[in-house]
C-alpha cells in the first residue's frame, strides 16, 4: 500500500465507512465542491486519499460541531484557506497543505499573519505618527471558536486596499470580537470598523467610496 497521505487508495465505500459516512454524503460533499476525489478513467470509481479523509473528518466537524453549512464552507474556502477556518497552528498547516486537495481553494501560506500585518503597521506607524489609523473588528464567537465572517474579510479586504492607495498615510489593524481592544470599543457586532477611535460602522463593512471619504477627511485634519 502507497503510504503518500495523497495517494488515492479508497474506493468510496470502503472511504465512507472509515470516515463513519455514507457513501451519499460524500458524492453530496464533493457536489458542493469541497471534495475532488480521483479517478482512474473518466466515469471511473472515485478513489480517496488519507488526507481527503481528514479533511472529510474536518467538513464533518464544521458542519456538526460549529453549525456551518456545506454551502457556507465552500463560500469561505473560496476566500481563505482552510487552515485559517479551523485555525489550525502553522506547523500543522504547513504538515498538511501539500497534500490537500480542495477544488478552487483560496490558498496562501500557513504564516502568522496577524503578526506579520502588526509589524508592518507599526512600522508605518512609526515612520508617520499622523497616520490614520483604521481597525477592523472581526469574527463570529460559537462553542467558544472565533470564525471569520463573509462581511468580516470583505470589509478588512475594502480597508487595506484604500490603505495602499495611501500608503504611509493609513494603518490598517484587525483585532477578531474576543480581544480586549473590542471590548474597549464595546464592540457588540462584526464587522466593526472604527477610524481613529471612533465607530463607523457596526455589523457591516463600509463602500469603499465611504471609507475613502472618511479617510480622507481625517488625513486634512492630520
Not at 56 to 80: K, Y
Not at 88 to 104: F, H, K, M
Not at 170 to 175: A, E, L, Q, S
Not at 180 to 207: I, Q
Request: charged share 25%; with cysteine.
Amino acid at each position: 500500500m502507497d503510504s503518500r497521505r495523497d495517494a488515492p487508495i479508497h474506493p468510496i465505500g470502503p472511504a465512507a465507512q472509515q470516515v463513519g459516512m455514507s457513501a451519499r454524503t460524500l458524492r453530496a460533499y464533493e457536489q458542493e465542491g469541497l471534495l475532488r476525489p480521483a479517478r482512474e478513467s473518466p466515469g471511473g470509481p472515485r478513489l480517496y486519499s488519507e488526507q481527503d479523509l481528514i479533511w472529510i473528518r474536518c467538513i464533518s466537524e464544521l458542519i456538526h460541531g460549529h453549525s456551518l453549512t456545506t454551502a457556507g464552507i465552500r463560500r469561505l474556502l473560496d476566500l481563505i484557506p482552510c487552515w485559517e477556518i479551523k485555525h489550525c497552528p502553522a506547523d500543522v498547516a504547513e504538515q498538511c497543505r501539500p497534500y490537500l486537495n480542495i477544488p478552487g481553494m483560496a490558498s496562501r501560506p500557513p504564516a502568522s499573519a496577524p503578526a506579520e500585518t502588526a509589524d508592518a503597521d507599526e512600522q508605518t506607524e512609526a515612520a508617520n505618527p499622523n497616520a490614520v489609523e483604521v481597525k477592523i473588528f472581526y469574527g463570529i464567537k460559537e462553542f467558544g471558536v472565533v470564525f471569520p465572517c463573509l462581511k468580516c474579510i470583505q470589509a478588512e479586504r475594502v480597508a487595506r486596499r484604500i490603505a495602499e492607495r495611501h500608503k504611509g498615510r493609513v494603518v490598517v489593524r484587525k483585532y477578531d470580537v474576543t480581544s480586549p481592544e473590542a471590548d474597549r470599543h464595546g464592540v457588540m457586532m462584526t464587522p466593526t470598523v472604527v477610524v481613529d477611535g471612533k465607530v463607523v460602522a457596526s455589523g457591516r463593512g463600509l463602500s469603499a467610496n465611504r471609507l475613502e471619504q472618511l479617510l480622507e477627511a481625517h488625513l486634512k485634519e492630520k
